[in-house]
């Protein structure tokens, strides 16, 4: 079975600047999505960005953007600018093609004002 | 546009009783699926539907059975609720393929339940 491990759980970030959130995988599928998303106090769950394996390239979501290598299964979440409503519990995700979706236990990020 | 939409947003039950979480999406997508979520653990799949009359199971399937009779909806059924299953519940869909925005979960705001 898929597993998503990230191993931060906290980190925190004074605001404006830019921080690093760390997440790995293991399938041994070749054609699969990332994502991260954000959950706020809210608890809602938000898109906030999604990579596909097939595209080499890193997606990236103004603010946002992603360090995707395939072969080390890494899938880094970059936030440049931090704003204070970027605090929230980060979730990194994984998605096979037939929908099977496993969620890491996710990081819990502070921006300091 | 409701996007996916979940009730009840909070429930307390007792040892043993049953219960349905409903969940409905406007949205018709194919994909449709249930997550717990507990403290430090993250979201775990519980079950999920590639479609009308499929499903299949998740992370952790067990004392909970789903069933899709429609596009529309997938409800989420607990049989016999155990104090384990307190829990804030997720439902999610998203269509499937490879066009622009499919396989993006839209998820619903979450039912809070407490089994005593």
């Known amino acids: 079975a898929q597993t998503v491990t990230q191993s931060q759980p906290e980190m925190s970030v004074q605001e404006a600047e830019t921080v690093t959130l760390s997440c790995t995988y293991d399938?041994?599928?070749?054609?699969?999505?990332l994502f991260w998303y954000k959950q706020p106090p809210s608890r809602q769950m938000i898109l906030v960005i999604r990579?596909?394996?097939?595209?080499?390239q890193n997606a990236t979501e103004n603010r946002f953007s992603v360090n995707f290598q395939k072969a080390a299964k890494s899938f880094s979440l970059k936030i440049s600018d931090s704003q204070l409503g970027d605090a929230a519990m980060y979730f990194c995700?994984?998605?096979?093609?037939?929908?099977?979706?496993?969620f890491g236990a996710g990081t819990r990020l502070t921006v300091k004002p | 546009n409701a996007g996916v939409t979940q009730t009840p947003k909070f429930q307390v039950l007792k040892t043993g009783q049953s219960m349905t979480l409903q969940c409905a999406q406007d949205?018709?997508?194919?994909?449709m699926s249930w997550y717990r979520q507990d403290p430090g653990m993250g979201l775990r799949l519980i079950h999920y539907?590639?479609?009308?009359?499929?499903?299949d199971q998740g992370e952790v399937p067990n004392g909970y059975n789903v069933s899709r009779s429609t596009t529309e909806d997938f409800p989420l059924r607990l049989l016999s609720a155990a104090p384990s299953q307190t829990s804030v519940y997720f439902c999610?869909?998203?269509?499937?393929?490879?066009?622009?925005?499919?396989?993006?979960?839209?998820f619903g705001a979450g039912s809070r339940l407490t089994v005593l």
């Open positions: 999610a869909s998203s269509s499937l393929g490879q066009a622009p925005g499919a396989n993006v979960l839209t």
């Open positions: 399938t041994s599928e070749s054609d699969y999505y």
């Open positions: 990579q596909e394996a097939y595209k080499q």
């Open positions: 995700a994984y998605r096979n093609p037939v929908g099977d979706m496993r």
């Open positions: 949205m018709n997508h194919e994909y």
């Open positions: 539907s590639v479609g009308a009359g499929i499903t």
